[in-house]
């Protein structure tokens, strides 16, 4: 919801405002605001978080921010803002989101966020532990994009498919991942821009560098609603 555009504080506070009668997932800069309002030092204010941070409802909106959910999901369709690392089904992508929100709405929650940055682990395992584990969590719902065959999280390349390294996969073409059966919205990813695969839906397409807004209408079938974006390409320069 912030920092990529210019009004973060509005959106934020009209989100908010939407109550029960709108849904959203975090995604990695919601996590860089929720971070950075832990930290002294102030983020830069062309990355649009100051305005946030120096208003007078700071922290009603942080606190507000830090509730909200990972990974939401009804009868049909699942929300996350990045992906899913191949070895969770749905009950195991359930509780690692669980785990990790009530890491951020615990009185403490500052403790995990100093610590939240970081590469590694990028592999998943069930001996992972304590910020290890929470930091990995993380990484996959809001950051992750591209994955070897095992699940190794690769952070080095964002471009679209065909221009990663032969040994990485998108995280939805790994062979035999177990959640491929959730039927699952991301964004996150605007080089890969509109992508419609088996039970995936990627709904990035570049908003921000002057490229199209893009909604589904959940019926049956899927009907993708997109409106063009060309007064943002300034934005861009």
Request: aromatic share 10%.
């Amino acid at each position: 919801m912030v920092n990529r555009g210019p009004k973060s504080l509005d959106t934020l506070r009209f989100v908010k405002s939407l109550g029960k009668s709108a849904v959203t997932v975090l995604g990695n800069h919601d996590m860089h605001l929720l971070a950075a309002s832990c930290m002294e030092r102030v983020p830069h204010k062309k990355d649009g978080l100051t305005e946030i941070l120096e208003s007078p409802d700071r922290q009603e909106l942080i606190d507000w921010l830090r509730h909200q959910p990972l990974f939401h999901h009804n009868d049909d369709f699942c929300l996350v803002h990045a992906g899913l690392p191949p070895q969770w089904d749905f009950k195991k992508t359930q509780k690692m989101a669980i785990i990790a929100e009530q890491a951020l709405r615990r009185p403490d929650y500052q403790i995990f966020l100093k610590q939240m940055y970081g590469n590694k682990p990028n592999l998943w395992s069930a001996q992972l532990k304590g910020i290890s584990r929470l930091r990995f969590i993380i990484n996959c719902f809001t950051r992750m994009r591209y994955c070897d065959a095992e699940g190794r999280l690769d952070f080095a390349n964002s471009g679209p498919i065909g221009s990663q390294p032969k040994n990485l996969l998108p995280w939805f073409e790994v062979p035999n991942r177990k959640n491929a059966n959730m039927r699952v919205i991301f964004g996150h990813w605007s080089t890969l821009g509109y992508y419609e695969g088996t039970n995936c839906y990627a709904i990035d397409t570049g908003c921000l560098w002057g490229g199209q807004l893009t909604a589904l209408k959940l019926d049956n079938p899927v009907q993708r609603i997109s409106i063009e974006c060309p007064g943002l390409k300034k934005l861009a320069k």
